[in-house]
């Protein structure tokens, strides 16, 4: 079946430093790859999305990438700071199906 | 606006009883979702809805677990009979315009059976 691999699948980085999450999906028919944080204890809620017609947003600190002919996506965070601490999830969504990939636990060391 | 309301937000229970949990999606949204999230399977779609109407219920567990929505303010996720593996954490969340949105997530249900 379709799926969305997420990698990796725990990262530690240094207060200040960048950290980049990648998240490959088979489903050639997606078209909307949005990212979730989730804080300990509480909801998942959307940081950054990106529909198959763009190749690059930004936010802030926070920029996704898509490559559509490669089929994956990837989440940048620069200037990383200790809230930023959560567990990340990639999806890819189309008209029939959205799969979540299984998180990404990024810890901020100050 | 309020977001996803669900209810209750801890159900402590034991094996064999019936567990009723409850979803009121965003005035307006026409997509509910019910997803249940474990350290070991993750974050897992179980049913979704559109217009009221169940479209992909292929996540649900297997019989035991039934999910309605009678209305377009109101959803419930039914398991009967309960059991230990059932422990999780449910989420509901809503959006407007299908799955291909961004989905506003309900503060979830904790679940422990015993």
């Known amino acids: 079946g379709e799926n969305v691999e997420q990698h990796p699948s725990t990262l530690s980085v240094q207060e200040g430093d960048s950290a980049v999450i990648k998240c490959t999906y088979s489903d050639s028919a997606s078209n909307y790859f949005p990212w979730y944080k989730q804080e300990l204890g509480k909801r998942p809620q959307l940081i950054i999305d990106i529909r198959s017609n763009v190749g690059e947003k930004k936010d802030q600190r926070i920029a996704v990438t898509l490559n559509k002919t490669a089929k994956h996506f990837s989440l940048h965070i620069t200037e990383t700071q200790p809230e930023d601490s959560a567990v990340y999830f990639c999806?890819?969504?189309?008209?029939?199906?959205?799969?979540f990939g299984p998180g990404t636990s990024l810890s901020v060391i100050p | 606006d309020a977001g996803v309301i669900q209810s209750p937000r801890h159900e402590v229970t034991e094996m064999g009883q019936e567990v009723t949990l409850r979803c009121k999606p965003i005035s307006g949204h026409n997509s509910l979702f019910w997803y249940r999230q474990t350290m070991m399977r993750g974050l897992e779609l179980l049913i979704y809805?559109?217009?009221?109407?169940?479209?992909?219920d292929s996540g649900m567990p297997e019989d035991r677990f039934s999910a309605k929505m009678p209305n377009a303010s109101f959803s419930t996720l039914k398991i009967q009979p309960s059991e230990p593996r059932d422990s999780a954490v449910y989420f509901c969340a809503s959006t407007y315009g299908g799955r291909q949105e961004t989905q506003y997530f309900g503060p979830g249900t904790r679940l422990l059976v015993l």
């Open positions: 999806a890819a969504s189309s008209y029939d199906k959205v799969i």
């Open positions: 809805f559109n217009n009221n109407v169940p479209i992909d």
